[in-house]
Every structure is written in structure tokens, then in C-alpha cells.
């Protein structure tokens, strides 16, 4: 699976959009992009994910650039429940039959009041 | 959505017994379950991958004889810290794929493992 680079932290105002960047440079034509998110003491929660179109859903929209090397996850409307690291994974496949996520250090986004 | 129950959510130990966590699917069929473990201030890392009725496959670096893995039917699967010591303290975390496919690996909520 590809590698990704995030930003070890990012901070947001409550209430305002929070974007978070992933780079992924080496991303192959079958790899789908992931978010996940991890609340402090709890396991991953999956946001989103895509392969080369832009994506919305009740939680987030995940826009994939053209070149498909790079990615941003957008909270619209950042609340501080989502004060979490943010994880951007990439891996071959739609379907997890026996695929494990790699985890990489991921994004600190704290929410301030 | 589909659900993962992990139990306990946390648990203390003596140094030297041995210590079980449950990694339950609760309304699909994992056919495989990973799990993981989370030491602060750092990312998941991938211990092992059990499949049903099957030997679990452990990652380089991860003792099979002191992390032992039961994964007995397609909604249970069990890790067991056997001598557990201090330096085992840690976060522990289960996933598992659903047999019938999905986008979407699911996870459980983790136990915190302390060893004193």
C-alpha cells in the first residue's frame, strides 16, 4: 500500500471548517483513499473514503485531487467532539477480505472553543 | 452498521498472569480479525491476523507464545496476554472484516491493558 504524509497537528475554531491534507504520492490506480478517526481511549472510526471522485457523507466530504496524489478530508462545521487524530490510509481494494489497515502517525486536530 | 464488541474495556493485572480479551462481531461474520496495539502518543500497530479455524499469522517482532490468539468461530475471536509484565501495559485493539464484504474495516472500542 502506498504511503501517506499528514501534519502532525492542526488546530480549528469551533464552529468553522476544519480541512485536513494527505499526501500520497505514490498512490497506484487501484488504491482507494481512507479516513479514519480516533477519539482519545477508543477505537478507530471510519469517516470516509474514495478512489478519484469527491465524496460526501452525513460525517464529512473527502476531495481527491485530479492526479489522485493528494487529498483533503473536510469537517464543515468543526464541533470539539471531533478533536481526534485523523488518519489517512491508502489500500488496495473496496472490499477487506483478510486487509488490514496500516496506521500512520496521523493528524492531532484539536477543536478550540 | 455493523458493530464490533470488545471486552474488557479495561483491565488491571499482577506482573506474571495472564489476561483474555474478547473481540466479538455482533450482526455479521468476520472471517478475519486483526488486532492491534496502541502504546501513548503512537499509532496502531498490527500484532496479528487470526483467521477462523485457522493458526493466527503474527507480525515480525510479536512473540505468538506470549500473545496467543483463538479465533474459534466467525464472531469470536480472543487474545490472551499470558506472563503478562509492566512493559505489556498498553492499548489493545480488535478489528474485524466482514465475511460478506464491506468498505469498511470495523472496529471495536479497545482495552486498556495495565500490568503492575
Known amino acids: 500500500d502506498a504511503k501517506t504524509t499528514q501534519p502532525t497537528s492542526m488546530d480549528c475554531a469551533e464552529g468553522r471548517a476544519a480541512n485536513l491534507p494527505c499526501n500520497h504520492s505514490?498512490?497506484?490506480?487501484?488504491?482507494?483513499v481512507y479516513w479514519y478517526r480516533q477519539i482519545h481511549s477508543q477505537g478507530p472510526q471510519y469517516i470516509i473514503h474514495g478512489l478519484k471522485n469527491n465524496e460526501t457523507n452525513e460525517m464529512a466530504s473527502l476531495i481527491i485531487t485530479e492526479d489522485r496524489k493528494s487529498s483533503t478530508l473536510i469537517l464543515p462545521h468543526a464541533t470539539l467532539r471531533d478533536t481526534a487524530v485523523y488518519y489517512c490510509?491508502?489500500?488496495?481494494?473496496?472490499?477487506?477480505?483478510?486487509?488490514?489497515?496500516?496506521f500512520g502517525p496521523g493528524t492531532r486536530l484539536s477543536v478550540l472553543p | 452498521g455493523a458493530v464490533v464488541s470488545q471486552h474488557p474495556s479495561r483491565v488491571i493485572c499482577k506482573s506474571g498472569t495472564s489476561v483474555k480479551i474478547e473481540c466479538r462481531s455482533l450482526d455479521f461474520q468476520a472471517t478475519t480479525m486483526f488486532w492491534y496495539r496502541q502504546f501513548p502518543k503512537q499509532s496502531l500497530m498490527l500484532m496479528a491476523t487470526?483467521?477462523?479455524?485457522?493458526?493466527?499469522?503474527?507480525e515480525q517482532g510479536v512473540e505468538k507464545d506470549k500473545f496467543l490468539i483463538n479465533h474459534a468461530s466467525l464472531t469470536l475471536s480472543t487474545l490472551t496476554v499470558t506472563s503478562a509484565h509492566p512493559e505489556d501495559s498498553s492499548f489493545y485493539i480488535c478489528?474485524?472484516?466482514?465475511?460478506?464484504?464491506?468498505?469498511?474495516?470495523?472496529f471495536g472500542q479497545g482495552t486498556r491493558l495495565t500490568v503492575v
Open positions: 490510509i491508502v489500500r488496495v481494494g473496496q472490499y477487506n477480505y483478510g486487509q488490514n489497515f496500516v
Open positions: 487470526s483467521n477462523e479455524g485457522s493458526k493466527a499469522t503474527y
Open positions: 478489528s474485524a472484516a466482514d465475511r460478506g464484504g464491506s468498505t469498511e474495516a470495523f
Open positions: 505514490t498512490i497506484s490506480g487501484n488504491e482507494y
